[in-house]
């Protein structure tokens, strides 16, 4: 079950969730007459988490949530007005605010590339404005852990017994909403299961666990303390091996209880190894539990786990079945990981494209209103992704298309490429265009779109970088802005 049917987030006071300057805009735009203007917003990021090949695109449904949950109530507006930026007429005008916009997206789970738009708000430009920094914090940690999620699914995924990953890092996260968030998102990007209760009954997960340390501590002897364990959850008992000696003590140990629950009906689930060379020592303990009878018993391991940790340890043949990953997947840590760096950019402004021009050619964005276009092969594996302008047509085989980041860099489209335009309205006024989608589906998604990345993508270490290309049309209209604005600005 889940505490939230339908819905994965609540917000206190949604509209005050915002940077102040977005609010002091809104009045700008509010007193100039240029709030109803149609302003189109994309969302997008420059460059891949943990210097991958990919991300795991989540969080929509969350800010869908956020969006649909989006007014100012009575005491929002006694606040605003405490702060004495704000006029009557424009507070006035914000009790019947409500976000009314267009918002098209990849759906949630997708596998997404730098310099696309993930998400489009098209919209009264004071509302498309307002949401920029909301929308930003909710997707960007959100994709962030998701993608680290699975990239330790697809180490795990390198041993050929197979395994699972686990969010255990609650502890270490980025405070309790940080905690919650990266529950959901692990689970968007591949882990089965979270420690965090409350993040289990928000949105409907089944929580995991062993027990720690303390337990054993507790007790005069390690075998009383499986013991104790043991006779209180004789189904689903995962014992900790290394409070003392994992293989001297704790599998013993161990060893002992599976056997004595087995002559009582019932099977001990697993154990737990916490420290140690985690491939020599879960070699040695799958040995000893297969020679006692007891395959089916899970080796669960903790410790610092990361994806380079994983596939280190399976690339020495270690025989992990549960991998319980925390600090790394809850903050979303690690080399190139910490944050990710999604914008949100103002592309269209009643209908003409609009950009921002900056010496950084990799910051200058895309105008206009766009569509992009994904390409698969014959078995289905991922191509190339296009961005084209909203009308323009399915790509053809021998068309130029180049790097949005240098477009010298150009390059013609093959044959024989299926092509499919992967983003969706998803709110139209304000309202979901559909049901909310549940975790497992999202889930299911990302898995079935990681596995349609070319290998070399997937590589944790220096991947393969898959195209992303501007159609010529689009680069033909950047082309054309940048030297308007360069003439009108005498640049
Ligand atoms: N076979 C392996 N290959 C790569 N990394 C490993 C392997 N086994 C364990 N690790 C990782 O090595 C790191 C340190 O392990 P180490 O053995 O120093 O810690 P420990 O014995 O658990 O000490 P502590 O009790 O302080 O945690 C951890 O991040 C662990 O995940
Ligand atoms: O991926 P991680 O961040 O290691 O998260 C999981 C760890 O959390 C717990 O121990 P904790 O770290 O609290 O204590 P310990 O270091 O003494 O085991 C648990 O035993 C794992 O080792
Ligand atoms: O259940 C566990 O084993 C667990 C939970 C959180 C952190 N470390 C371990």
């Not at 001297?248 to 420290?275: K, M």
């Not at 084209?388 to 399915?394: G, I, K, M, Y």
């Amino acid at each position: 079950m889940s505490l939230l049917p339908g819905s994965s987030f609540s917000f206190a006071h949604p509209a005050l969730f915002t940077d102040l300057y977005q609010l002091t805009m809104m009045q700008g735009y509010f007193r100039e007459g240029l709030h109803t203007q149609d302003a189109t917003f994309d969302l997008y990021y420059r460059r891949n988490p943990y210097q991958g090949g990919y991300a795991v695109w989540a969080g929509l449904e969350v800010a869908l949530d956020y969006l649909e949950a989006l007014r100012f109530s009575a005491a929002d507006l006694d606040y605003l007005r405490s702060l004495g930026l704000f006029k009557e007429d424009f507070l006035a005008a914000l009790e019947s605010w409500r976000f009314t916009a267009q918002v098209t997206a990849f759906p949630e789970g997708s596998v997404v590339f730098p310099n696309e738009p993930l998400l489009t708000v098209r919209g009264p430009l004071w509302e498309a404005q307002l949401v920029e920094t909301a929308l930003l914090n909710i997707l960007n940690f959100q994709t962030l852990v998701a993608t680290k999620a699975a990239r330790c699914l697809s180490a795990v995924q390198t041993s050929r017994y197979g395994g699972s990953v686990v969010e255990f890092g609650t502890r270490r996260a980025q405070g309790p909403d940080g905690a919650l968030g990266a529950a959901r998102a692990a689970v968007v990007g591949g882990a089965t299961g979270t420690s965090n209760v409350q993040a289990a009954a928000l949105y409907g997960l089944t929580p995991v666990g062993t027990h720690a340390h303390a337990w054993v501590e507790s007790f005069p002897t390690e075998l009383e303390a499986f013991r104790a364990y043991a006779r209180l959850y004789p189904d689903s008992t995962t014992l900790l091996l290394d409070t003392f000696d994992t293989l001297e003590s704790g599998l013993p140990n161990a060893l002992t209880v599976a056997r004595e629950l087995r002559a009582q009906g019932h099977e001990l689930r697993g154990v737990r190894l916490d420290s140690g060379d985690l491939a020599y020592l879960s070699a040695r303990v799958r040995a000893a539990l297969d020679e006692a009878g007891f395959p089916d018993v899970q080796i669960v391991a903790s410790n610092d786990l990361s994806e380079f940790v994983i596939e280190s340890v399976i690339r020495e043949g270690g025989r992990i079945d549960v991998y319980g990953v925390g600090t790394q997947l809850a903050t979303g840590g690690g080399e190139g990981g910490g944050a990710l760096g999604g914008v949100y950019k103002l592309v269209a402004l009643h209908g003409e494209d609009r950009m921002k021009l900056t010496g950084d050619p990799r910051k200058t964005s895309v105008p206009g209103l766009k569509r992009v276009w994904r390409a698969t092969d014959t078995q289905g594996r991922l191509v190339i992704d296009v961005i084209a302008s909203l009308d323009e047509p399915q790509p053809q085989a021998g068309a130029r298309v180049s790097d949005p980041a240098n477009p010298l860099r150009n390059t013609r489209l093959g044959a024989g490429l299926t092509w499919t335009d992967p983003r969706h309205v998803v709110m139209e006024g304000g309202q979901r265009s559909g049901e909310p989608e549940a975790l497992t589906t999202i889930q299911a998604r990302a898995v079935a779109d990681l596995q349609r990345l070319p290998e070399g993508t997937r590589r944790l270490l220096n991947p393969h970088i898959y195209r992303v290309s501007l159609s010529q049309d689009l680069q033909g209209r950047r082309d054309a802005l940048v030297a308007e604005l360069r003439e009108r600005h005498g640049l």
